[in-house]
């Protein structure tokens, strides 16, 4: 009896030396979500899967994800997960009741590069690389610009032959076309940039900062987006250029204005009638950026600054420039017009840049940092008028039954309702009870104050964004399904979920031959099968 307990203590003791992050229970619940950021490079075209009950019939089309893929190549890690190889995924619903899966690497020339070298080729990249890159290549990378279009996916339409270029994009002027059904790459495209083009010189990533959310324009098939030109030049003033894309290839001005510093800004909103710019103190700073030759240590926060918000009249390229509180933002989530001159724009924020940090693979991949990181964006409503040039914030209350639900990003909406006021935001929740960063919760926000607030999660299951699909008889906003791949961290494997937007909850699941890594954006295409 003495000899077995002795035994068991000296096991104890020498496991816990050995193993003590198992042991002590970090991972023993979390199983599985290092398998997030962790390379899978397997690729897949058409292969059937199969959910546990028949699918809605009237679902027909394919959604198509972008997201990451590869975390290193050879000995070369990335040290931010945001610079992983992309990879999309796409799951094609013909409308006969079956489903079948592709996954593909973005072939980007960046990717063709490293698979060449067998190493991670010189691109500028968001953080750095281990082991570290010598000087001469730092140099490259920083002329070579961003290359790796791994954050969302979009179709651009040409009103020439009426068809539609899929488009896969980041938060740069730079894009690839991609064949939507096959998932493979077709070319990329760096349009002419629209009106006053001015000298950029070697560095060619900050000085066409663009976004990964370019919007529809209210009314046409065209798309919305902008982007910042950084002037190298002394007394050359920095510019936004809002443009319209009118196809792959082509753009042209709607605005152009002057601003001293270059925001980072991932999203923006557009009504009926105005483009609106929410431009945070979170700045490009050229000198930073080649003495680092790093572009997170080249953008500057200003903590105690406002944020500028530019708001574009779309028939007449006129701009009302307002201020409103210091924070940080990824996503905007939808805005409208009340009456002739007030606005209103939601707006998932955070306090402040620091959030990215939580992605950089060292706390990723430890649950002690990643756990103490503030992880919850808040959402807000900013309520502009236009006439008084005034802005005022409006924080969402949680519904007593789910405390973490305005704590939403990856955000989506019943897209018939953009530009218009929608009552439902669909996104994630990282960290949903505050104990640890990987409890994810897919949250539905009832912004119309009725309680209608839903949620879903389920202990070591990963969501990401999910899209919404409306069922296609009904006129009421949050009629239809969500749809996201969803990895499942006991069984090491993801799968195709489909949520009842009205209960959140879960009703289809189908398993696939792999895992997915983390999964940025996509959409629904309800005319691609
Ligand atoms: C459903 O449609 C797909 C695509 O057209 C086809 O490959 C498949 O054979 C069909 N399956 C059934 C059961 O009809
Ligand atoms: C748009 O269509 C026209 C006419 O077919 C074609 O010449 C042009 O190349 C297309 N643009 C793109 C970007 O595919
Ligand atoms: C949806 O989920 C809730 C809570 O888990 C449950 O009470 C309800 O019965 C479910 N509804 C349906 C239609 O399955
Ligand atoms: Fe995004």
């Known amino acids: 009896m003495i000899k077995y307990s002795t035994m068991m203590f000296i096991s104890h003791v020498y496991l816990w030396c050995m193993f003590p992050v198992?042991?002590?229970?970090?991972?023993a619940d979390e199983p599985g979500f290092n398998l997030l950021f962790t390379t899978n490079t397997d690729e897949i075209q058409d292969q059937p899967i199969f959910f546990n009950k028949p699918l809605p019939p009237w679902l027909r089309g394919s959604l198509v994800r972008n997201g990451l893929g590869r975390f290193e190549y050879s000995k070369r890690s990335f040290t931010h997960s945001f610079d992983a190889y992309g990879k999309l995924c796409s799951w094609k619903f013909p409308g006969n009741g079956t489903a079948f899966f592709t996954t593909k690497f973005l072939k980007s020339k960046f990717y063709i590069d490293s698979s060449n070298t067998n190493?991670?080729?010189p691109y500028t990249i968001f953080g750095a690389v281990v082991p570290e890159f010598s000087e001469l290549q730092k140099f490259v990378a920083l002329s070579r610009g961003v290359d790796n279009m791994?954050?969302?996916?979009?179709?651009?339409y040409n009103e020439s032959n009426g068809k539609f270029d899929y488009v896969t994009v980041s938060d740069i002027w730079k894009?690839?076309?991609v064949d939507p059904l096959s998932l493979t790459t077709k070319r990329s495209v760096t349009a002419n940039i629209p009106k006053g083009h001015q000298y950029t010189g070697s560095v060619k990533l900050y000085t066409t900062l663009s976004t990964a959310h370019p919007l529809p324009e209210p009314g046409t098939k065209y798309?919305?987006?902008?982007?910042?030109?950084v002037s190298l030049i002394p007394g050359l003033k920095n510019k936004m250029i809002l443009v319209k894309i009118k196809s792959a290839e082509e753009r042209e001005a709607i605005a152009e204005w002057e601003v001293d510093r270059v925001s980072y800004m991932h999203s923006f909103s557009v009504t009926s009638n105005y483009a609106v710019f929410f431009a945070i103190p979170y700045f490009i700073s050229i000198s930073k950026m080649i003495w680092y030759m790093d572009t997170f240590e080249g953008l500057e926060w200003f903590s105690d600054r406002p944020t500028l918000v530019y708001v574009v009249d779309l028939r007449n390229g006129e701009i009302e420039t307002l201020k409103t509180e210091n924070m940080f933002f990824l996503h905007h989530v939808n805005a409208f017009e009340i009456g002739t001159s007030k606005l209103i724009v939601d707006i998932a924020t955070y306090h402040s840049p620091e959030f990215l940090k939580v992605f950089e693979m060292t706390t990723l991949m430890d649950p002690v940092k990643r756990n103490k990181f503030d992880a919850h964006a808040h959402l807000k409503r900013y309520h502009i008028d236009l006439n008084a040039n005034q802005i005022l914030v409006q924080s969402f209350t949680p519904p007593k039954h789910i405390p973490f639900a305005t704590y939403i990003d990856m955000v989506t909406i019943n897209e018939h309702y953009r530009f218009r006021n929608n009552c439902f935001v669909y996104g994630a929740v990282l960290n949903k009870d505050n104990i640890k960063f990987s409890q994810i919760a897919l949250i539905k926000k009832d912004l119309c104050g009725r309680n209608r607030d839903a949620y879903w999660y389920l202990p070591a299951h990963y969501p990401t964004e999910s899209w919404f699909v409306p069922s296609p008889s009904s006129?009421?906003?949050?009629?239809?399904i969500l749809i996201t791949p969803i990895l499942d961290g006991q069984k090491k494997m993801s799968y195709l979920a489909i949520l009842d937007a009205k209960t959140m909850n879960l009703t289809h699941k189908a398993y696939l031959p792999t895992t997915i890594p983390l999964s940025f954006h996509g959409r629904f295409f309800e005319d691609l099968y």
Request: net charge negative; glycine share 6%.
């Open 150 to 156: 791994n954050v969302n996916i979009l179709r651009f």
């Open 475 to 480: 006129s009421i906003e949050d009629d239809g």
């Open 119 to 121: 190493d991670i080729a």
């Open 175 to 177: 894009i690839y076309v």
């Open 22 to 27: 198992y042991i002590d229970g970090y991972y």
């Open 223 to 229: 798309h919305i987006t902008y982007v910042s030109e």
